[in-house]
């Protein structure tokens, strides 16, 4: 059975940082595009983020206009994502979707998600 969990969300200030990271089990997912997806209360969930597998043991990184420059998507060993969140605003304030797919991430082409984690940043 594949899983995707997420851990790290939580309550910050406005210009903390905060870790996200996912752990997926269940099937290997070395190949497979992993990245962030959010949803603020009463909004549509958003990309965030997003690694793509480009071969051997490269990766490339996308990110939404919205927070490049202070997120950074990294790719760890054992199926593993993280999202590391610097400069955060009140308007990150959402929950946080890890996501995984066999060929480039949307929402539409994702075939497993985790069950997300809250991220409130404080004004």
């Known amino acids: 059975q594949v899983q995707l969990v997420e851990s790290g969300g939580g309550l910050v200030q406005a210009g903390d940082s905060l870790r996200l990271s996912c752990a997926a089990s269940g099937r290997t997912f070395s190949s497979y595009a992993m990245g962030w997806f959010r949803q603020a209360s009463g909004k549509e969930r958003e990309f965030v983020a997003a690694?793509?597998?480009?071969?051997?043991?490269?990766?490339?990184a996308d990110y939404a206009d919205s927070v490049k420059g202070r997120f950074s998507i990294s790719r760890g060993v054992w199926n593993t994502v993280s999202l590391q969140m610097n400069s955060l605003k009140p308007e990150d304030t959402a929950v946080y979707y890890c996501?995984?797919?066999?060929?480039?991430?949307?929402?539409?082409?994702?075939?497993?998600w985790g069950q997300g984690t809250q991220v409130t940043v404080s004004s």
């Open positions: 996501a995984a797919s066999n060929t480039i991430l949307t929402m539409r082409s994702a075939n497993y």
């Open positions: 690694t793509t597998w480009r071969g051997g043991s490269t990766y490339s």
